[in-house]
């Protein structure tokens, strides 16, 4: 049987102490030059060195596991490519470091309940998935001192740290773009207010309308959840408000999708009559016909980023408390073009409701 491989090999393969490499592996590896760090991952590559955790916790007194929290709004982890994504991202930076993952989903608001699957002392600290703004776990976190990061979203009533995409822009340059091909006439179908991301996606969408000097109707905004059925609803009261829309912004990719369907069932047709943008960038905005225009979310960056400075976190108390944007990037497909000149309604208000 192969001996397995040490510290210390790792250390004389790399040309580095052994206290660099036990940085790397704990996740300060922002105290050493890039050119060190890339080095000792490749020795640990080359080797396969695996660190004993049991033999770790008994010195650090960790568990060297981290627990991904996710809250019943989001629904099943395995079905939400924006979950999958973030949750690829931390992977990647975990295994990197020697951690593990505890993934803890939650199915249901309840203060009580929420405490008691994430009150076991076997993480050493949590990432937050978008929390609702009002979520009982993030006031835990903070009365508790649990090491603890927010992704994908920003909860500016919190000594916390968030790593998250930049929504208000990336609305914004959505918005432009719209407004650059000849909208005029621009809807939103936005998200929840309890999601700081919806709040900011909103206020992106009003901020170019307001910047291009385009007076705001307030039958223009249809709030409802990130979910299809709410695309489906709200581009149908959208559209039965004021017929002469020309483009409906959507809070995310699903949201779009419902409203792309609900349009193509009643004839109305993408992006003839009405354009349709977007956002998170899912693969099954390249599924439907016409292909999603949106904005691409970088959910993996973002996962593995919110990891990396929870783990700095965790070997530094002291660590303040940081906001990381991450810029996104609208993606042109089929679904967005220029409004048709003089075209009619398709449909009335009665035929549409």
């Given amino acids: 049987m192969r001996k397995r491989p040490t510290i210390i090999e790792v250390a004389r393969r790399a040309g580095v102490s052994v206290g660099t490499v036990s940085n790397v592996l704990r996740g300060a590896a922002h105290l050493h030059q890039e050119d060190t760090v890339q080095r000792v991952k490749q020795a640990i590559a080359e080797l396969n060195y695996r660190p004993s955790r049991v033999a770790r916790s008994l010195v650090t007194r960790r568990t060297h596991t981290i627990g991904l ?22 992977l990647e930076c975990l295994s990197e470091c020697g951690y593990q993952i505890k993934i803890i989903t939650l199915v249901r608001v309840d203060r009580d309940y929420m405490l008691q699957q994430v009150q076991d002392h076997t993480t050493d600290g949590v990432l937050l998935v978008a929390p609702r703004s009002d979520s009982p776990l993030t006031q835990w976190v903070v009365e508790h001192e649990i090491p603890a990061v927010v992704v994908g979203s920003w909860l500016p009533h919190l000594p916390v740290s968030c790593v998250e995409v930049d929504n208000e822009r990336a609305v914004y ?9 000849g909208h005029q006439r621009i809807g939103m179908v936005a998200g929840p207010l309890h999601q700081t991301s919806a709040i900011q996606r909103e206020r ?11 007076p705001f109707e307030p039958h223009w905004l249809y709030r409802g959840d990130y ?18 829309l020309t483009a409906v912004v959507c809070g995310n990719d699903r949201v779009a999708i419902g409203a792309l369907q609900a349009l193509q ?15 998170d960038d ?15 979310h970088p959910r993996h960056e973002i996962g593995y980023m919110a990891a990396q400075l929870l ?25 967005v073009a220029p409004p048709t000149p003089n075209i009619r309604p398709h449909h009335d208000r009665r035929e549409i409701s």
């Fill in 69 to 90: 929290i996710v809250e019943p709004q989001h629904g099943r982890l395995t079905t939400n490519p924006y979950l999958v994504g973030i949750l690829d991202g931390v």
């Fill in 173 to 181: 340059e959505g918005v432009r773009y719209l407004i650059e091909l």
């Fill in 204 to 214: 992106g969408y009003l901020r170019a309308l307001e910047e291009a000097g385009i």
């Fill in 227 to 244: 979910t299809a059925d709410s695309g489906r609803l709200g581009v149908l009261s959208l559209l039965q408000s004021d017929p002469n």
């Fill in 265 to 279: 069932e009643r004839g109305i047709p993408v992006p003839e009559r009405v354009s349709i943008l977007g956002f």
């Fill in 282 to 296: 899912l693969p099954e905005g390249t599924l439907v016909t016409p292909r999603l225009t949106t904005i691409h």
């Fill in 311 to 335: 783990l700095q976190r965790l070997n530094r108390a002291d660590a303040p408390v940081e906001r990381k944007m991450v810029p996104a990037s609208l993606v042109v497909r089929e679904s």
